[in-house]
């Protein structure tokens, strides 16, 4: 049975500094890309980050510069480090795991299988 845990979040004031854990296992084939997902309250879903088995990443331009996804597949575990927090991340972040398409990796929710549970992370001012 695939499953995702995501750990690491809580509360920081703005320009404070959080990583993210999400350990996963269970597959049958190991996912391509793995993803970093954050919803805040009333808005929707949003790619933040994603790495893919070669060690590509992506970021959103809202976080660029400030986090920076990595993995260490020995602990199979997806990570995510935030600096510079701001209080527009205040959101719940959630790890995904997929196949992507055409070997690509995109930070488009509908095109990840599994998703963990999240982690909220709150930015105070």
């Known amino acids: 049975q695939v499953q995702l845990v995501e750990s690491g979040g809580g509360s920081v004031q703005a320009g404070g500094s959080l990583r993210l854990s999400c350990t996963h296992y269970g597959y049958s084939y190991s996912p391509y890309c793995m993803d970093w997902f954050r919803q805040a309250p009333g808005k929707e879903r949003e790619g933040v980050a994603v790495?893919?088995?070669?060690?590509?990443?992506l970021y959103a331009d809202s976080v660029k510069g400030r986090f920076t996804i990595s993995q260490d597949n020995a602990k199979n575990t997806l990570y995510l480090q935030m600096n510079s927090l701001q209080s527009e991340d205040t959101a719940m972040y959630y790890c995904a795991a997929g196949w992507g398409t055409g070997g690509y990796c995109y930070m488009m929710s509908g095109q990840y299988n599994y998703w963990g549970q999240g982690t909220q992370v709150t930015v105070s001012l």
């Open positions: 790495i893919d088995a070669g060690g590509l990443e």
